[in-house]
């Protein structure tokens, strides 16, 4: 049965949890929520063709994240994580991300985070304002309203 995207989320991308993700309790380490969430974010940025990680061209930086950890998840769950583009700045942009845990016919959130990432031009190493380009590739996938 296929996965339905939480409402206002369309990009997904499936997690797997790998036993190295595993701390000593038995559930996924709290760093590792961390790692699915830039995974996730990276499909976003390179499936909506904004960068590819070319350090010769303008690209993004991690400024903040915000996580809610709802719940624990461990080796053998199905894990989604979904992306969204939810502000605009002029040199930054939030990206929402929920993880979710799919058990039988059960959707529940395990985290919700809000990542700010700002534009950085890595040759001239210092932030650059949001490309035009950049704003039109997002407005134009997104089913929800962005905050500007």
Known sequence: ???TPPEGFRHHTPIYVRWADMDA???VNNASFLTYLEQARINYFNDL??????????????????????LPLVFGDEVHVF??????GTRSLDTEQLILRVKGDQTEIAAQGTITAVVYDYQKNQSAPIPDRWRELILEYEPGEIVR
């Open 83 to 88: 992306t969204r583009c939810s502000r605009f």
């Open 25 to 27: 309790l038995g559930h």
């Open 1 to 3: 049965m296929p996965l």
């Open 49 to 70: 063709k904004l960068w590819d990680g070319d350090l010769s061209e303008l690209g993004l930086i991690m400024a903040r994240i915000v996580l809610d950890y709802k």
